[in-house]
């Protein structure tokens, strides 16, 4: 294969970015061009977006995002604040040619390293991650089926829910989830994103980014945003107030995206990435989904280790016991400035 070229996301090229991104099968819902917009306007972080094109056709994509921070690092990432993400491509070529660009934007800029999101192992003699899983899984198009599909315990969690007299509504704006959200972090210990990180999430996917809100007698329980991409969901950012634990908001919350995803015709249910041996893992197996390893490959510059910076780290907890006690109006003020440069 001849004539390949290695160029830069420009606006004109959007639309072909986008169709490359939903008809390939490496790609997923955080290639799509929209997220280069997200991450530069709302966080202002640099991006570069860069596509592969031979003979006037893009075959092949690489999202990245470069976060540089003085507590956290320096880091160029496919793709920062997204769960996966690295190359897109349809042959080899391609993927060859736009993991060597990356390598040397990343060399050039004299990161600490490179960080590429795979679902599948592209660079086996890349030291990578094994701390992430994702969770997918089909669903039918009959809500008592997949009902049943829950097992039996987690089941009854999801009835109780059902019969506690919660409801779920469509919201148009991040207020509701934003609300219900940053209070769910706060109390798990970790820093909340800005509000215009959702807000602008919401008005670059429109339709595609839905959020839906959990009440019990008018008081808000529960809120998540939910990503539409091909024929699968994905719920992305959830969590829930106090009162969610008794009154089984979560397992409400997580039906309702499910069966209201069924009868929009999608077909796969992606419960996403968590931490291995942490709570959430073990409520997404709990509810009948297998755990699917996750390659976080890096190619290492500046950094003579992979970094570990996430929550199980032990020189972390103080920190996460603080946060838990901090007030939430407080966390919700402190916590942007922290986030954002986590990625």
Sequence with gaps: MTDLEIKSLGDADRTRWDAFVVSCPDATFFHLSGWQRVIASALGHRTD???????????G????????????????????????????????????????????IAESRGVDHLELRHVTQRNPDWPHKDLYVTFRKAISADDEE??????????????????????????????????AYSESVRNLGTPVLPKRWYAAIKAEFGEACELLTITHEGRLVA???????????????????????ALKGNDFMYWEVMRRAAARGVRVFDYGRSKQGTGSFSFK??????????????????????????????????????????PLGLSRMLGPWLARNLG
């Excluded at 994509?61 to 507590?71: F, T």
């Excluded at 160029?76 to 997204?82: I, M």
């Excluded at 097992?151 to 009854?156: E, F, I, S, Y």
């Excluded at 297998?290 to 910076?309: C, I, K, N, T």
């Design 61 to 104: 994509v690489l999202p990245l995002g470069h976060i540089r921070s003085r507590l956290f690092g320096d880091a160029l990432t496919s793709v920062p604040f997204c769960v996966y993400g690295g190359i897109a491509a349809n042959d080899p070529e391609a993927a060859a040619a736009l993991q060597a660009s990356a390598v040397e």
């Design 49 to 59: 977006y860069l596509y592969a094109e031979r003979q006037g056709e893009i075959v």
């Design 146 to 179: 997949n009902m049943k599909a829950i097992p039996r315990k987690q089941r009854a969690m999801v009835r109780k829910g059902i019969n506690a007299g919660l409801v779920s509504e469509i919201d148009s704006h991040v207020d509701r989830f934003y609300l």
């Design 285 to 326: 197996k709990n509810w009948g989904f297998e755990p699917q390893p996750l390659y976080y490959e890096f190619h290492l510059v500046r950094a003579q280790a992979l970094p570990d910076v996430n929550p199980l780290n032990p020189k972390y907890r103080m920190f996460i016991a603080a946060w838990q006690r901090l």
């Design 223 to 245: 809120g998540v945003m939910s990503f539409y991409f091909r024929d699968e969901v994905l719920p992305y950012y959830g969590g829930g107030t106090d009162e969610a634990r």
